[in-house]
């Protein structure tokens, strides 16, 4: 079993790198590897799309790595293999981001990625928050509302479709934390960085067969 988290040089990976490696040992979850290589990719059991920084900056680094954006709607689109998106990870998995300005998403959540509005409150939206559960997943098993989650953003993914949206936190108003559907899942928190409320999420996802 191999879990790829893609390296397309955009973000720190390595906290992200040590907290699966060490979910998978202790769960005997497999190889976990960070990778550039498209042949990686395609082989992979399961994927990961971290991400930080700026939607466009990230959108055109994916597609700029040789065949790494081909390879990853293949795995994901085609042999239907288990996708986790972080972060900006998470974004790019609308339709499309009004970041700085208007940039294609991967379209696999019906969604636009907009700045957070929180009236009275510090964007960008910093710290541990209260995840709200809206339905039940897989990868949210032992996982309730009221539990911590860590954020670093300052634009948020505003969910088209209410059954797209798994959790939410409240910022002012409702801020989407978790999106998904099939075999597709995104936090806009950082699981890896989120103590045992992100390690169990992570070790739900090295099991997770949709």
């Given at each position: 079993m191999l879990t790829v988290l893609i390296d397309y040089e955009s973000g720190n990976l390595h906290s992200a790198e040590k907290a699966f490696q060490r979910m998978a040992r202790e769960t005997g979850g497999g190889e976990v590897i960070v990778s550039d290589r498209a042949?990686?990719?395609?082989?992979?059991?399961?994927?990961?799309?971290?991400?930080?920084?700026?939607?466009?900056?990230?959108?055109?680094a994916l597609k700029g790595h040789e065949n790494l954006f081909e390879a990853l709607r293949e795995v994901v689109e085609e042999k239907a293999r288990p996708f986790m998106g972080i972060c900006v990870g998470m974004q790019l998995m609308c339709?499309?981001?009004?970041?700085?300005?208007?940039?294609?998403?991967?379209?696999?959540?019906?969604?636009e990625v907009t700045r957070i509005e929180a009236e009275g409150l510090k964007v960008p939206h910093m710290g541990w928050n209260d995840l709200v559960i809206d339905r039940p997943h897989p990868v949210l098993a032992g996982i309730e509302s009221g539990q911590h989650a860590y954020f670093v953003h300052s634009y948020h993914m505003a969910v088209a479709s209410p059954d797209q949206l798994i959790a939410h936190v409240d910022y002012g108003h409702p801020v989407t934390a978790i999106v998904g559907r099939d075999n597709m899942i995104g936090t806009q928190f950082h699981?890896?960085?989120?103590?045992?409320?992100?390690?169990?999420?992570?070790?739900?996802?090295?099991?997770?067969?949709?």
């Open positions: 042949e990686d990719v395609l082989r992979a059991d399961r994927v990961v799309l971290p991400g930080d920084g700026a939607f466009p900056a990230c959108a055109k339709r499309i981001g009004h970041e700085y300005e208007e940039t294609a998403g991967l379209g696999w959540i019906d969604g699981p890896e960085k989120s103590q045992a409320t992100g390690l169990k999420m992570i070790a739900n996802f090295l099991g997770w067969a949709p």
